[in-house]
């Protein structure tokens, strides 16, 4: 079976859409959960930087001592602060994905702006330092991904933030593949925090099929596929965005695969990695986009953050819970536990099954730590 080399922050969705592609993965990544572990050729955990990012010089490190140059290698999250890293990658190989320079360009907050505005797509508007009055604006840190760097802020803490103008309306993220002249939509889903006291934007999860206006996604669609001839964007990405009675705008772009490959990497679709590696040898499929109806169910995959430090004495998770922690891992208080999902005739009924289930589970995991805490 020709294998493939995955690394990313947690790679096990990229290793399971590996093996539906068919390939064996060599994987790469700092949790280096069970079941990626079952899923994986080869599995590596890799040192962890501070505030979970990855360690380059540890990463190349384990790709020369497991992975030859003719491997191709796709990336996941944790890269976009680290163009010079992914350079770095794509010298050493065959990357299937993006380069730092299409990073950089997506990355950098107020060059993607300009390059926004350029295009006439709609997008909030961007400060270096304080923002005007009137204008009210969340503060990221450049390359974060998992929202908990955004915040509620009218100046930036310093250097690697900016502000961002805040836009009402619900989140919504588009899937897509892009062959550096165009895209194919794979589907829209809707997105949503699980706050915390600390981080009232951290990443939830997300739930789809879902629909939009055809007026919307027609416009998302040649908007995308404008984007993605101006940067030469390639591959699997996806967009994320703000939708509003007034529109729509587009808060930010993931030059890769993403979270939502748990929602979308099943059937009717096909598999979605090799997808990705023709679109990144500049073919796109003939697709349609896939929208919710009574032949296509619906999809929701939350996170599960430990609402309270505890060990995980569980031996068994049930199979609807995925990035599975080892037995014995100590979690502490906000760390991801697991990833969960749930299924149902649309976006809504999915995530409500997911949520009784994430209630469920924590109730199983409490039982077999024994303590109350
Ligand atoms: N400009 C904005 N206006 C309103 N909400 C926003 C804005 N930017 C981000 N958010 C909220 O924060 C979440 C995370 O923001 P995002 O920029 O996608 O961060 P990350 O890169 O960590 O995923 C979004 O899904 C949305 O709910
Ligand atoms: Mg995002």
């Known amino acids: 079976m020709p294998a493939i080399a995955v690394a990313a922050l947690s790679a096990r969705a990229l290793a399971a859409a590996a093996r539906r592609a068919g390939l064996e993965p060599l994987v790469f990544d700092l949790f280096g959960d069970a079941d990626t572990?079952?899923?994986?050729?080869?599995?590596?955990?890799?040192?962890?930087?501070?505030?979970?990012?990855?360690?380059?010089?540890?990463?190349?490190l384990q790709l020369d001592t497991h992975v030859d140059g003719s491997c191709p290698l796709v990336l996941g999250s944790g890269f976009e602060?680290?163009?010079?890293?992914?350079?770095?990658?794509?010298?050493?190989?065959?990357?299937?994905?993006?380069?730092?320079?299409?990073?950089?360009?997506?990355?950098?907050?107020?060059?993607?702006?300009?390059?926004?505005s350029a295009l006439g797509i709609p997008h909030p508007r961007v400060f270096a330092e304080e923002a005007p009055l009137g204008v009210e604006t969340l503060e990221k840190a450049i390359g974060a991904s998992g929202g908990g760097h955004v915040h509620p802020a009218r100046r930036t803490r310093g250097p690697g933030h900016y502000l961002q103008e805040r836009i009402e309306g619900g989140s919504a993220s588009a899937l897509f593949?892009?062959?550096?002249?165009?895209?194919?939509?794979?589907?829209?889903?809707?997105?949503?925090c699980a706050p915390d006291a600390a981080s009232p934007f951290r990443y939830g999860g997300a739930a789809g099929p879902i629909a939009l206006e055809p007026a919307v996604e027609a416009?998302?669609?040649?908007?995308?596929?404008?984007?993605?001839?101006?940067?030469?964007?390639?591959?699997?990405?996806?967009?994320?965005?703000?939708?509003?009675?007034?529109?729509?705008?587009l808060i930010e772009l993931n030059p890769r695969p993403?979270?939502?490959?748990?929602?979308?990497?099943?059937?009717?679709?096909?598999?979605?990695?090799?997808?990705?590696?023709?679109?990144?040898?500049?073919?796109?499929?003939?697709?349609?986009?896939l929208r919710p109806g009574p032949e296509v169910g619906a999809r929701a995959a939350g996170i599960f953050y430990?609402?309270?430090?505890?060990?995980?004495?569980?031996?068994?998770?049930?199979?609807?819970?995925a990035d599975r922690?080892?037995?014995?891992?100590?979690?502490?208080?906000?760390?991801?536990?697991c990833t969960v999902f749930g299924e149902g005739r649309d976006a809504e009924e999915a995530r409500g099954v997911m949520l009784l289930r994430m209630d469920a589970l924590w109730h199983e995991m409490q039982g077999a730590a024994g303590e109350t805490p």
């Open 37 to 60: 572990r079952e899923l994986a050729a080869t599995l590596v955990t890799l040192r962890r930087r501070a505030g979970f990012a990855i360690d380059a010089d540890d990463l190349l």
């Open 81 to 116: 602060a680290m163009p010079d890293l992914v350079d770095r990658l794509a010298a050493r190989g065959r990357l299937a994905g993006n380069d730092g320079a299409v990073v950089r360009r997506l990355k950098d907050p107020f060059v993607f702006s300009d390059l926004l």
């Open 177 to 192: 593949l892009a062959n550096g002249r165009d895209i194919r939509l794979v589907a829209f889903s809707e997105q949503w």
């Open 219 to 249: 416009e998302v669609t040649r908007a995308l596929g404008r984007l993605a001839e101006a940067t030469g964007l390639v591959g699997l990405a996806s967009a994320d965005l703000i939708l509003s009675r007034e529109g729509w705008s």
């Open 258 to 289: 993403g979270a939502t490959l748990d929602l979308f990497d099943r059937p009717p679709l096909p598999p979605l990695l090799r997808l990705h590696l023709d679109a990144c040898a500049g073919r796109l499929p003939d697709l349609v986009p």
């Open 306 to 321: 430990a609402p309270i430090t505890f060990d995980m004495r569980l031996a068994h998770l049930p199979p609807h819970a």
């Open 325 to 337: 922690p080892a037995p014995g891992t100590r979690l502490h208080r906000g760390e991801p536990v």
